[in-house]
């Protein structure tokens, strides 16, 4: 579906209003990479999501942007939850969650077919982020690759 330019600065406009959402947009050496967002916020929870531009993903840093931002998000906006929904054919997708320690959730409610939820706690985060060698150097790895540390 393409999205035309007066919906998306209706959309953008919206988002100012919105207490249920959070957008942070995030940068790597000083070029714009993406957007790490958190939607129907409530209870210390948010549904996590994200956008890369093209060239975040042709130098391979999607990884380094969703960290970014969720860590981010731990600190900065009191959530203690993170959850979201994954395709099951996705395996990049899942690769990418898997890394960040996004896990399946078995949910009570029905999602769509196809499609499993994942979440992570804030202590969660903290541990893996804490103690996640493989994480932490691949993460290193791509900065220096890029020139972004």
């Known amino acids: 579906m393409v999205i035309t330019a007066d919906d998306h600065r209706r959309f953008m406009r919206g988002l100012k209003d919105n207490p249920r959402a959070i957008y942070v947009r995030i940068a790597r050496a000083g070029c714009f990479a993406g957007v790490y967002s958190l939607n129907d916020l409530a209870d210390g929870s948010g549904l996590g999501g994200f956008w890369v531009t093209a060239q975040t993903r042709e130098r391979f840093l999607p990884l380094n942007v969703?960290?970014?931002?969720?860590?981010?998000?731990?600190?900065?906006?009191?959530?203690?939850?993170?959850?979201?929904?994954?395709?099951?054919?996705?395996?990049?997708?899942?690769?990418?969650?898997?890394?960040?320690?996004?896990?399946?959730?078995?949910?009570?409610?029905?999602?769509?077919?196809?499609?499993?939820?994942?979440?992570?706690?804030?202590?969660?985060?903290?541990?893996?982020?804490?103690?996640?060698?493989?994480?932490?150097?691949?993460?290193?790895?791509?900065e220096t690759l890029n020139g972004t540390t």
């Open 66 to 142: 969703v960290f970014q931002g969720m860590d981010y998000m731990f600190r900065a906006s009191g959530v203690e939850r993170i959850y979201g929904f994954q395709k099951l054919d996705n395996l990049s997708a899942m690769r990418l969650n898997g890394l960040l320690g996004l896990s399946v959730k078995e949910s009570s409610t029905a999602g769509a077919e196809g499609m499993q939820q994942i979440e992570i706690t804030k202590q969660q985060w903290q541990q893996k982020t804490a103690q996640d060698a493989k994480l932490l150097k691949l993460m290193n790895r791509m």
